[in-house]
């Protein structure tokens, strides 16, 4: 199948409209995508037609709310290549998944002194969970810094583990530089040393395809709203033998079997990670949201994007009063940059947005990475399936004012 451009941003009614009189350029994608129509129409289904609450109804809607939700952690593993849907959590994000690692199986499995590794490019999604553990356990936090270009060499990564590393938490594609992990070396590498591996998928499973048996990881959560799912959904892939090794983080309804006075049953793995009512209608966008993906083919999203990745790139790099951090050979299409002189990330992108271009300013929640290149904010123009060339050149005309108001 062809990937059409034009076809797939008419799927999108957002990128119809206009923002200051301007039409709307959105490269914001990092932070969060915009939604096809499949997607909002699926959201208006479940509402006027299919709502009810799951699991529990011996009605006609709570079954069919139920089916509907309960068949996308088939929908999930396909698309992240678990052969075992049981293995998928299903929650409202990588925020929360990461916390149920940190919670249901770090608190558990670890002691004071352990190790967990760390690189500096970390979301703080991915770093706060743990600093949790470091106040109230004595973790031990190892941090793995990237190079010049904002790569991260996974042997780095293998030979900070020692006797006392019990967990390597590191992002599969860093929301900040783009650059791409090369993380099955270290997934190998760790899991012949018995140590466990978080790989953070919230950037890199919208970009490319994404397969976690051949990773070899033993947790990979992902965020609906940035794969173009609503906002509240999201999962976690949870190696079966690890989910095993896990108790129970969020107590409630949903995840028990009996409950007693004096005793407690869980309810079998997965629901008995997945307490009250979940976020239904989010959940059943995000698996119309995937199925949507892989109907493209995510080969194609990877490929289109690469072409929008290396244009974007050739033009960044004729501003030569632009830095662009992060010029690693395998990123994907996500441009952080800052302009030569005092102008501030915030009024770069106060003029984009005059323009119609919406790009994020600030820390982008990764304050570590933030001290690593010693910068307090950077512009980030992040891309996704639907952007263009065309819109590559919108950006750098916006900047191109920037660097006039501003020099
Ligand atoms: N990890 C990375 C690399 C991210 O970019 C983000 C979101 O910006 C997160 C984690 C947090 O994801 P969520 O919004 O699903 O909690």
Not at 145 to 167: E, S, Y
Not at 248 to 265: L, N, R, S, T
């Amino acid at each position: 199948m062809t990937f059409d451009v034009n076809k797939v941003r008419a799927d999108f009614p957002i990128l119809a409209r206009e923002v200051n009189g301007k039409p709307l350029v959105y490269l914001d994608n990092g932070a969060s995508s915009q939604k096809p129509q499949v997607v909002i129409d699926a959201i208006n289904t479940a509402y006027s037609e299919e709502y009810a609450n799951v699991h529990r109804g011996l009605h006609f809607l709570s079954n069919l709310a139920t089916e509907k939700y309960e068949s996308v952690r088939g929908v999930v593993a396909k698309f992240l290549g678990a052969s075992d849907e049981n293995s998928i959590v299903l929650n409202s994000g990588t925020t929360e998944g990461i916390n149920l690692v940190a919670y249901g199986w770090a608190m558990e499995n670890l002691s004071a002194g352990d190790e967990i590794i760390l690189s500096v490019m970390e979301h703080h999604a991915n770093i706060v969970p743990w600093h949790f553990l470091r106040e109230r356990m004595g973790i031990k936090l190892v941090w793995v810094d990237v190079d010049v270009t904002g790569d991260l060499d996974p042997q780095k990564v293998i030979d900070a583990i020692t006797p006392r590393t019990k967990l390597i938490a590191i992002t599969h594609m860093s929301n900040v530089l783009g650059t791409v992990v090369d993380v099955k070396p270290i997934c190998e590498a760790a899991r012949a040393k018995g140590v466990a591996t978080l790989i953070d998928g919230s950037q890199a499973s919208v970009h490319m395809p994404v397969d976690v048996e051949d990773l070899g990881c033993d947790f990979y959560p992902v965020t609906g709203h940035k794969l173009y799912g609503p906002s509240g959904s999201g999962a976690i892939y949870i190696r079966p033998e690890r989910m095993a090794e896990m108790r129970p983080f969020i107590g409630g309804g949903d995840m028990i079997k009996e409950v007693h006075k004096d005793a407690v049953i869980y309810n079998d793995a997965p629901m008995k990670f997945e307490a009250g009512t979940p976020g239904i209608v989010q959940t059943i966008g995000l698996g119309v949201a995937l199925d949507y993906m892989m109907g493209l083919g995510m080969e194609n999203i990877a490929a289109h994007e690469r072409v929008l990745r290396d244009y974007a790139r050739d033009r960044l790099d004729g501003l030569n009063w632009l830095n662009v951090q992060g010029q690693s050979a395998n990123k994907g299409a996500i441009f952080s940059f800052t302009l030569e002189g005092a102008a501030h990330a915030h009024d770069i992108s106060t003029v984009l947005d005059k323009k119609g271009v919406a790009v994020r300013a600030g820390q982008h929640c990764t304050g570590p990475l933030m001290d690593h290149l010693g910068l307090t904010a950077t512009c980030r123009a992040s891309f996704g399936m639907y952007n263009t060339t065309d819109e590559v050149d919108a950006l750098v005309d916006a900047l191109e004012l920037c660097h006039k108001l501003f020099a």
